[in-house]
C-alpha cells in the first residue's frame, strides 16, 4: 500500500474556494495549495499544514500591501512565487521538457538530488480533467536508467512513481501523467 499524502478533494477543505475565486473551490484546483501544504510539512515549517492554512497565509501577507492579489499572478511561475514567499518557501526556477531529453535528464536528477520538487505534469485524458496538474516530488529512489522519482499526488493524496528517464507513466489513479516542466521547492532560510 503507498504512502497517503494531502488530498486536495479531503472533505475538510474540498469545498473551500480557491483563492478569490467565486465558483473553483480547492477540491477542483487546489493541486498547487496541496502541494505547498505537502512541502510546508516534510520540511517541518507546519507538521499541521492544509491548502486552506496555505491559501489564508498568502491571502494575509498580500491584503492591503500590494494592488494585485497573489492568487492573479499573469503566470503559474509568478503565482507560485507569491505563494511560496507567504508560506517561507521557496521556489527555483522552471525547466522544461522542451530544453531537449539530455539536458533535461541532466538537469531534473540534480533537482531530485537535492530535494523537494513541483513537478508540472500534462492529465488530458477525458473532458473532465484539467490540461495540467501539479505534484509534489518527494525523493529520488534508485540510480541512472534505474532512477525512479516518487511523488506525492494531490488528486487523491498518494504516492506515485514516473522513471526519472522519462517521467512519463500513469499516475496513481491510472491518468496517464507525462511531466513537462520541474521547480525545486525548499525552506527559505
Not at 522552471?94 to 521538457?97: A, G
Not at 473532458?127 to 536508467?145: F, S, T
Given at each position: 500500500m503507498t504512502r497517503a499524502y494531502l488530498n486536495q478533494g479531503d472533505p475538510a477543505w474540498a469545498r473551500t474556494k480557491a483563492g478569490r475565486s467565486r465558483s473553483r473551490t480547492i477540491g477542483q484546483v487546489g493541486c498547487v495549495l496541496t502541494c505547498y501544504a505537502q512541502a510546508q510539512r516534510i520540511t517541518g515549517i507546519d507538521p499541521e499544514a492544509t491548502p486552506v492554512t496555505v491559501q489564508q497565509r498568502a491571502l494575509?501577507?498580500?491584503?492591503?500591501?500590494?494592488?494585485?492579489?497573489?492568487?492573479?499572478?499573469?503566470?503559474?511561475?509568478?503565482?507560485?512565487?507569491?505563494?511560496?514567499?507567504?508560506?517561507?518557501l521557496v521556489v527555483g526556477d522552471?525547466?522544461?521538457?522542451i530544453e531537449g531529453q539530455r539536458l533535461w535528464a541532466e538537469l531534473v536528477g540534480a533537482f531530485f538530488r537535492e530535494g523537494l520538487c513541483l513537478m508540472h505534469?500534462?492529465?488530458?485524458?477525458?473532458?473532465?480533467?484539467?490540461?495540467?496538474?501539479?505534484?509534489?516530488?518527494?525523493?529520488?529512489?534508485?540510480?541512472?536508467?534505474d532512477a525512479v522519482v516518487v511523488y506525492a499526488d494531490p488528486d487523491g493524496g498518494h504516492e506515485g512513481r514516473l522513471p526519472l528517464r522519462t517521467l512519463t507513466g500513469p499516475s496513481p489513479k491510472g491518468k496517464p501523467y507525462q511531466v513537462q516542466g520541474v521547480r525545486r521547492i525548499r525552506r527559505r532560510q
Open positions: 494575509l501577507a498580500w491584503d492591503g500591501r500590494e494592488q494585485t492579489s497573489p492568487f492573479s499572478g499573469n503566470t503559474a511561475a509568478a503565482f507560485q512565487d507569491r505563494l511560496a514567499a507567504a508560506n517561507d522552471r525547466v522544461n521538457l505534469v500534462d492529465t488530458i485524458d477525458d473532458e473532465r480533467d484539467e490540461p495540467n496538474h501539479w505534484v509534489l516530488a518527494v525523493r529520488l529512489d534508485g540510480q541512472g536508467d
